[in-house]
């Protein structure tokens, strides 16, 4: 079955960097684009960027260009996302989604907390 | 930029049907989703290409898109179907977008 297993979260302070990871098993990572989506304490789920199965395209929600990179290593079947210049507002729970059945999010892992914070 | 509008909230009595509404520019020329989130739990996928269900996901569960809203219906709703609901969609300008979610509560 499915499991997508994030790691990498914590406390950092703002204008730090954190690097998260996601690593996919039960599928054929190679196969499938990857997402990030958040949620903040409380809110609603913000999508935050998404690569295609190849790595050749990548989309990002206009609050984080520039500051955040997604990337993907299939020999490690793992996606990343690379968080520069973090701000107050990117604490979230991070999840990372598989692309599912005509393009929604069809796999979601248990997500992992980031807390911007002096 | 794209933005997708719900109802904060939703109530509905058990075996009752429960209509989740999600609006947005020309909604209906695009595909929706819908998610399930129950507290402290990821989200599930229940509804995809306006219609569709995953495997797994209760035949109560059913959806359409059109003009420019798309509407969750959950038919003979039960206690266990008590969640935050949200749509998605996907557009040019903004990429994913999800909806400002619907937080449903059996009475």
């Known amino acids: 079955q499915v499991q997508l297993v994030e790691s990498g979260g914590g406390v950092v302070q703002p204008g730090g960097s954190l690097r998260l990871s996601c690593e996919a098993s039960?599928?054929?990572?190679?196969?499938?684009?990857m997402h990030w989506v958040r949620q903040a304490p409380g809110k609603g789920l913000e999508w935050v960027a998404y690569i295609r199965d190849d790595g050749s395209n990548k989309y990002y929600v206009d609050s984080v260009k520039g500051r955040f990179t997604i990337s993907r290593d299939s020999s490690k079947n793992t996606l990343y996302v690379q968080m520069n210049s973090l701000r107050a507002e990117d604490t979230a729970v991070y999840y990372c989604?598989?692309?599912?059945?005509?393009?929604?999010?069809?796999?979601w892992g248990q997500g992992t907390l980031v807390t911007v914070s002096s | 930029s794209y933005e997708l509008t719900q109802p904060p909230s939703v109530s509905v009595s058990p075996g009752q049907t429960a209509s989740i509404t999600c609006s947005g520019n020309?909604?209906?020329?695009?595909?929706a989703c819908w998610y399930q989130q129950k507290p402290g739990q990821s989200p599930v996928l229940v509804i995809y290409?306006?219609?569709k269900r995953p495997s797994g996901i209760p035949e109560r569960f059913s959806g359409s898109n059109s003009g420019n809203t798309a509407t969750l219906t959950i038919s003979g709703t039960q206690a266990m179907d008590e969640a935050d609901y949200y749509c998605q969609a996907w557009d040019s300008s903004t990429a994913y977008v999800f909806g400002t979610g619907t937080k449903v509560t059996v009475l």
């Open positions: 989604a598989k692309e599912g059945p005509g393009g929604g999010l069809g796999s």
């Open positions: 039960g599928f054929t990572f190679n196969n499938y684009g």
């Open positions: 020309k909604l209906g020329n695009k595909y």
């Open positions: 290409q306006d219609i």
